[in-house]
């Protein structure tokens, strides 16, 4: 029995058993006709399928004449900051949180890096329903551009809050254990703790 499950949270299922290529580039398409022309922050986690869901992902999204800026292994909140913060048209977190290993998932943004609303959800799953399969001729095909700085960007604009202050962090000498469970954490909260 296939495991796939759509909902306002998004797409997610077990890689193979539900959340397959076809879906993945199936609801990818509809992502890209609900954003319109621009382009789309991809990010994700560090789990197995992770690599290959991201390519199936930045394929159509290209195909579909979208442009995407790739952020890599970050944490979902960093997708969200990026979205806002560059600009974006919208934007993929590939990642299934509590999830165990076999689940993964397209957790899907709006241009206000924010999770689909509920009509959000409605306009984008009727387009999942009627997918345009129309892709961008080879001249208007999306081009990728690898967009480290994105962590970056989101640790800064954290440590430059009004409310944190790093003098006062810094004084206490805080010493800290963190486990990040093999999540995305492992790659943002070293630098941020520095």
């Not at 509920?118 to 997918?131: G, H, V, W, Y």
């Not at 999306?142 to 004084?171: F, Q, R, S, T, W």
């Not at 999540?183 to 070293?190: C, D, E, L, Q, V």
């Amino acid at each position: 029995m296939p495991t796939l499950m759509i909902s306002i949270s998004g797409i997610r299922g077990i890689v193979g058993d539900g959340l397959d290529p076809e879906v993945i580039v199936r609801s990818t398409a509809a992502f890209a006709d609900f954003c319109g022309k621009g382009k789309i922050v991809v990010g994700s986690d560090g789990r197995i399928s992770g690599e290959m869901v991201r390519h199936l992902i930045i394929g159509t999204l290209t195909a579909k004449g979208n442009d995407v800026i790739d952020i890599g292994i970050c944490p979902t909140p960093t997708v969200l900051f990026n979205v806002k913060h560059l600009n974006a048209a919208g934007g993929i977190q590939i990642s299934a949180s509590h999830n165990p290993n076999e689940w993964n998932a397209l957790k899907l943004l709006n241009s206000n890096g924010e999770f689909l609303s509920p009509e959000e959800n409605i306009s984008f799953l009727e387009k999942m329903d009627n997918a345009n399969r129309s892709f961008a001729p080879w001249d208007k095909l999306g081009k990728v551009i690898d967009y480290k700085e994105g962590l970056d960007n989101h640790i800064n604009a954290v440590l430059n809050m009004d409310y944190v202050d790093l003098e006062k962090i810094k004084a206490k000498k805080f010493k800290v254990l963190l486990d990040c469970v093999n999540g995305a954490g492992a790659y943002s909260m070293p630098k941020l703790l520095k």
